[in-house]
């Protein structure tokens, strides 16, 4: 019988250890953060920090659906690649109702607790981005993760830009944009997650590696 690591079995094993260990952790801050900046963005009103919390959501199901994915073939992870870009999708168009709600009925959000809010979630996420920084190019899996995580920092950002835009001009028009710029950032997201997902699926059968490493795409 073929020794185990001769046949690259044990290494593949090992990657998938690792790959796991690494969304068990980032799966468990963003749910928390989702609760956290939920309970926010309802206090303070603010478009900008509810999209965020939304994301953070969708980011713990993505996780989630990726640790189902983690020890099977390419085509599995394929199809919940296809998910996650879907979970994606939905964020970006539920945020672009958040953002037509607010212009029919615009508020001024508090943005005193934005701006906590959104340093204590990019302190959270740049954990995340460092956790899954060496899974990025590993398969389409974590590559999608990675997508993700990335976007998030873009997010949270944004939402403390948003907080400075509504202390300066006392106003919420600067959330209600920065709002409709991470719709725009998710959307963007999903159709590139989307297309590398059904790129994977048109290989032929048992054409691609367990495991097969990717170059990430630059936005």
Not at 5 to 17: F, S, W
Not at 110 to 129: K, P
Not at 140 to 164: L, P, T
Not at 184 to 196: D, T
Request: glycine share 8%; aromatic share 6%.
């Amino acid at each position: 019988m073929a020794d185990c690591c001769e046949d690259k079995a044990c290494a593949i094993e090992a990657l998938q250890g690792r790959q796991s260990s690494t969304l068990k952790l980032v799966l468990a801050i963003n749910a928390v953060m989702f609760v956290v900046e939920l309970a926010a963005g309802l206090i303070a009103g603010s478009t900008a920090l509810l999209s965020d919390s939304l994301d953070n959501l969708g980011d713990a199901l993505t996780y989630g659906l990726s640790l189902y994915a983690v020890a099977r073939g390419a085509r599995a992870k394929a199809k919940v690649a296809l998910v996650k870009g879907g979970l994606i999708l939905a964020a970006g168009l539920f945020v672009l109702g958040q953002v037509a709600y607010r212009i029919a009925y615009p508020t001024i959000p508090t943005f005193e607790t934005m701006g906590a809010i959104s340093l204590l979630a990019l302190l959270a996420n740049g954990v995340c981005l460092a956790l899954l920084w060496k899974h990025r190019a590993e398969d389409v899996n974590m590559s999608s993760v990675w997508e993700c995580s990335r976007n998030d920092i873009a997010s949270n950002v944004s939402v403390f830009v948003a907080a400075g835009g509504v202390w300066l001009t006392r106003s919420g028009w600067p959330d209600v944009l920065v709002g409709l710029l991470l719709a725009l950032l998710f959307l963007r997201s999903a159709a590139r997650v989307l297309r590398n997902a059904l790129s994977e699926l048109k290989r032929p059968a048992g054409a691609a590696a367990e495991t097969r490493f990717i170059t990430p795409q630059r936005r």
